[in-house]
C-alpha cells in the first residue's frame, strides 16, 4: 500500500497554481475508510501534487476523486 500519491486538481494546471495548495489536507474516501493525507510538494511543471498519506491507500482506490480540506 504506498503511503504517497500523485494528485491532479482541475483548478492547477500551472506550478504557481499548484503551490498555493502545498501545506492543506486532502481527504480520499475510500468504502467506508476516510484516509486523510496533506499535500508535500510538486511532482513536474504541470500542477501535480505529491501528498503523503497516515496510512497507505489501497490500489483499487487510486484515481478516485479526494476532497480538498482546510
Same mark, same amino acid.
Given at each position: $500500500?504506498?503511503?504517497?500519491?500523485? *494528485?491532479?486538481?482541475?483548478? !492547477? &494546471?500551472? /506550478?504557481?497554481? !499548484?503551490?498555493?495548495? /502545498?501545506? =492543506? %489536507?486532502?481527504?480520499?474516501?475510500? +468504502?467506508? &475508510? &476516510?484516509? /486523510? +493525507? %496533506? *499535500? $508535500? +510538494?510538486?511532482? +513536474?511543471? %504541470?500542477?501535480?501534487?505529491? !501528498?503523503?498519506? =497516515? %496510512? ?15
Amino acid at each position: $500500500m504506498p503511503g504517497w500519491c500523485l *494528485i491532479q486538481f482541475a483548478d !492547477a &494546471n500551472s /506550478i504557481s497554481k !499548484a503551490g498555493q495548495l /502545498i501545506g =492543506r %489536507k486532502v481527504v480520499l474516501k475510500y +468504502g467506508k &475508510n &476516510n484516509f /486523510i +493525507g %496533506k *499535500i $508535500m +510538494g510538486f511532482h +513536474g511543471k %504541470k500542477g501535480v501534487v505529491k !501528498a503523503k498519506f =497516515r %496510512k497507505g491507500v489501497p490500489g483499487q482506490a487510486l484515481g478516485t476523486t479526494v476532497e480538498l480540506v482546510g
